[in-house]
Nanobody, 123 residues
Framework: QVQLTESGGGSVQAGGSLRLSCAASGYTYSRYCMGWFRQAPGKEREGVARIHIGDGVAYYADSVKGRFAIYRDTAKNTVYLQMNRLKPEDTAMYYC????????????????WGQGTQVTVSS
């Protein structure tokens, strides 16, 4: 029923920028969260950022705080991840996710996932 469509991945040089997009179809309400996760080869999945669709309250991983920004377009049920000053260690497969019904995004159950988009940052 719910489908997540991701776009915006690619290859950039260190210091460059990318913007990832994730559109959620099938939701008829705003009381849920969307977020971005990433996984590099040999490493565990890491939560990057998350945002509540209803009120826009956002959370960030320490590793990206100050460089990345997550924001939403509620009319389109779309979340964006603006990535600035990219570093080689940001290289990973990035996954979009959507939660179940939630009032807060600090602790939620992620029930829907996109297929992932590759981000590669070269030195």
């Amino acid at each position: 029923q719910v489908q997540l469509t991701e776009s915006g991945g690619g290859s950039v040089q260190a210091g460059g920028s990318l913007r990832l997009s994730c559109a959620a179809s099938g939701y008829t309400y705003s009381r849920y969260c969307m977020g971005w996760f990433r996984q590099a080869p040999g490493k565990e999945r890491e939560g990057v950022a998350r945002i509540h669709i209803g009120d826009g309250v956002a959370y960030y991983a320490d590793s990206v705080k100050g460089r990345f920004a997550i924001y939403r377009d509620t009319a389109k049920n779309t979340v964006y991840l603006q990535m600035n000053r990219l570093k080689p260690e940001d290289t990973a497969m990035y996954y979009c996710a959507a939660s179940e019904l939630a009032d807060w995004c600090n602790s939620v159950s992620w029930t829907n996932w996109g297929q992932g988009t590759q981000v590669t940052v070269s030195s």
